[in-house]
T-cell receptor, first 117, second 112 residues
Framework: DTEVTQTPKHLVMGMTNKKSLKCEQH?????MYWYKQKAKKPPELMFV???????INESVPSRFSPECPNSSLLNLHLHALQPEDSALYLC????????????????FGPGTRLLVL | GQNIDQPTEMTATEGAIVQINCTYQ??????LFWYQQHAGEAPTFLSY????GLEEKGRFSSFLSRSKGYSYLLLKELQMKDSASYLC?????????????FGTGTRLLVSP
């Protein structure tokens, strides 16, 4: 089973709203990732968690706030977003963050399509 | 910086063979991954290469030459469902952590 689930599937929010994206995996993976993908562009890494600790923050604006409550869950809290933040937000997980390609292979969830008005 | 190049679009016919090339210039190379992404869906893992040579997985094969900074994905016996974007992603090791840097992707259209 290589399933990563994400909710909601679609989200529309205003610039003053606060919302959260959720990601879950039950593969026992200890590394989890958030990516942002604009139309016809490749995914861009935002955050990486390893053993529930934030390991990489790719200089993401503070209006995006990640949280890893436990080894199976990853949240992305959104506040005061801008219209240019509209994109597909992808969550991924891998066994570990560094341990050879087989263990580092990332499996992606279906994404949350976010529209900021 | 990191630079990964792929052709933007390719077309092929059902039943044919297509080769999608990827060239890269990166630091801290740790491996190369190929993903398939259908429109509006998540990327799906296809294969990875760490050492030079060919890795075969059913209808899909991937090749790597580290000295040339070059990889290709070979798709045989093309089917209509293979119409998708194919993303080349280089794994880069930086301060003990690996991260994937994706190329811009190649949109493959398979016609009858």
């Amino acid at each position: 089973d290589t399933e990563v689930t994400q909710t909601p599937k679609h989200l529309v929010m205003g610039m003053t709203n606060k919302k959260s994206l959720k990601c879950e995996q039950h593969m026992g993976h200890r590394a989890m990732y958030w990516y942002k993908q604009k139309a016809k562009k490749p995914p861009e890494l935002m955050f990486v968690y390893s053993y529930e600790k934030l390991s990489i923050n790719e200089s993401v604006p503070s209006r995006f706030s990640p949280e890893c409550p436990n080894s199976s869950l990853l949240n992305l809290h959104l506040h005061a977003l801008q219209p240019e933040d509209s994109a597909l937000y992808l969550c991924a997980s891998s066994q570990v963050i560094a341990g050879g390609p087989q263990q580092e292979t990332q499996y992606f969830g279906p994404g949350t399509r976010l529209l900021v008005l | 910086g990191q630079n990964i190049d792929q052709p933007t679009e390719m077309t092929a016919t059902e039943g044919a063979i297509v080769q999608i090339n990827c060239t890269y210039q990166t630091s801290g190379f740790n491996g190369l991954f190929w993903y398939q992404q259908h429109a509006g869906e998540a990327p799906t893992f296809l294969s990875y290469n760490v050492l030079d040579g060919l890795e075969e997985k059913g209808r899909f094969s991937s090749f790597l030459s580290r000295s040339k900074g070059y990889s290709y994905l070979l798709l045989k016996e093309l089917q209509m469902k293979d119409s998708a974007s194919y993303l080349c992603a280089v794994s880069i090791m930086n301060t003990g952590f690996q991260k994937l840097v994706f190329g811009t992707g190649t949109r493959l259209l398979v016609s009858p």
